[in-house]
């Protein structure tokens, strides 16, 4: 009897054999998620775990999905975090979060899950206040509303797309506090469920970084991770989009592994999952957090949670084009592969 991962790869390598022709779009590849992006980043700042703004984002990815016609709901979770304030006190923050769910079901049991996290930084201290980190300025273009928009583009597109496996998209929240909804995502899956997601996508920080990643997880086997990751690789190459994957120069990061998002969760459970970023895992601590090569526009080398680099205005200055560039590169990877490792066919 084959196990569980042995099925996982079975199936995802049909699903590679049984892909077919696509017909064209009218509109060029990440258009409407560059469109998205920018929405979603102008109108909803400050999407921090359980405030107004977060679930504003919720209801309006929602409605996104319904309007293209997908089934789909608000789940709502209860958690905590730690606040430190200066004196070295610590809080807990009780908070809400909200994470959105639309389902493009298939006509087998079995599913692909694309993830992207909808919230943005929390201040976790009054050191994180003091240097502007998070809080209700924080558009968050590259953490991660570039992310959202590549998300709703392909659910899109793939709205009338016939698929043999279910596609989930989740939209998760609570993410910048350690993986909050993740974790009840996961905790939240049956033990069928989980046997039969056969891959988890996640998708983070696409603008930002010098190079677009493909990391698979730590537990992602060998054959899993060909027709993943190195399915992903092989598409970029044929389009001639510079994709790499993590170098491995960080011992506990191995070779084309990824670290330190959502994905992880899924990892520790023994779900295939792969990671697509953009950041240079080269550089600086190479673990992959450091995103580019320190200049005068990014002194440290990052965006993360900043709300004076993190938006729309200093991207386009800092990098001009590239909010769009990376959208239609990411689409151009993602649409194809996503076709066919859930097995679709022509409308």
Known sequence: MFSALRLRTAALALGVCFILPAHA?????????????????????????GTPAEMLSADYLQQQFEQMGYQSDIRKF??????????????????TGS????????????????????????????????????????????????????MLEL????????????IR????????????GAANVLARMSEQEKKNTLLVINLNNL??????????????????????????????RAHGINAMINPGLNPDYPKGTSCCNDAEVFDKAGIPVLSVEATNWSLGKKDGMQQRAKSKSFPDGVSYHNARIDNQQFLDQALPGRIAHRSRDVMRIMLPLTKELAKASNP
């Open 78 to 95: 209860k958690t905590r975090y730690r606040y430190t304030t200066k004196d070295n006190r610590q809080n807990w923050q009780n908070v």
């Open 99 to 150: 994470t959105v769910i639309a389902a493009h079901e298939g006509t087998l049991p079995q599913q692909i899950m694309i993830m992207a996290h909808l919230d943005t930084y929390a201040p976790l201290s009054d050191a994180d206040v003091d240097n502007n980190l998070g809080g209700l300025t924080l558009q968050g273009l590259d953490d991660n509303a570039a992310a959202l928009g590549v």
């Open 207 to 236: 603008i930002v970084g010098d190079k677009l990643y493909f990391n698979s997880g730590k537990n992602t086997p060998a054959s899993v991770r060909k027709l993943t990751r190195d399915r992903a690789l092989a598409i970029a």
């Open 155 to 166: 659910a899109q597109v793939l709205k009338s797309v016939p698929t043999q496996y279910s």
């Open 25 to 49: 779009r009218t509109s060029q590849p990440g258009e409407f998620a560059y469109e998205q992006a920018r929405h979603i980043a102008t109108l909803f700042p400050g999407r921090m775990t």
């Open 169 to 180: 998209f989740v939209a998760t929240s609570g993410d910048e506090e350690g993986h909050l």
